[in-house]
């Protein structure tokens, strides 16, 4: 039997968890996914936050803009979709965070840019990606391998992080970082990588290479 590449395969999600950013950190072929068939309440709309009351995430309206079409590629934003409202979320969770004011101004000039009623949820994903690296200099060196579908075999040792789940916190286990509302809700894990930012940027990396999938963390 043909040895299979070794390889990781990402799903395209907005403002991803520190998970994410660890698979797209590591060594080797790393495969950005931009034409999976979209799958509903997955981490491919939502931004996962922490507000006073704790864990919540911000779901981003969406359909499929061809009824005959599964791929992520057709989903877009519906009438829903408002930049003022989304950014009223993060206001409420982050106001009191030592960097939010820092990036609300950049953060909100990208939610009129890419995330508006008819605009692709794929080209908005990707542009999130681009826009932590040009905030804070997290990308990964080389780039991703993109593909239309990606459908060939993948050794389960090296990693399918497209399948439901597969980014959770059941999966994964965070280094611990200062949050706001710590005080009344402990430490909580899988934020977007957002959450990371509005606390301490200059460490976000260090966070991310500091996440371990919890069953290889002691090997």
Known sequence: MKELPIRRILPTCP?????????????????????ENYVKQTDRNRIFIADAHGAKFITLPVHRRN???RSISDVVFTEAMIPRVIMRHFRTAYS???????????????????????????????ASFKWVEQMIGL?????????FKYTEPVKMAEGDF?????????VWSYKKYAQ???????????????????HEPNEVKNWCLETYLRTLKNE
């Not at 009191?96 to 994903?125: D, I, R, V």
């Not at 990308?139 to 593909?147: A, H, I, P, Q």
């Not at 497209?162 to 916190?169: D, E, P, Q, V, Y």
């Not at 710590?182 to 959450?195: M, T």
């Open 67 to 69: 009824a005959n079409s």
């Open 162 to 170: 497209r399948k439901k789940g597969a980014l959770t916190t059941k």
């Open 139 to 147: 990308k990964r060196e080389g780039g991703f391998v993109e593909n």
């Open 180 to 198: 706001i509302f710590e005080d009344r809700n402990g430490f909580i894990e899988g934020r977007s990588v957002l959450d990371a930012m509005f």
């Open 15 to 35: 403002f991803p968890n520190l998970a994410w950013y660890k698979v797209a950190l590591s060594e080797g072929e790393v495969i950005l996914d931009t034409q």
């Open 96 to 126: 009191s965070a030592p960097f939010f004011e820092h990036f609300e101004g950049e953060l909100m000039e990208f939610f009129e840019k890419f995330g508006t009623p008819g605009k692709s949820l794929l080209e908005f994903n990707l």
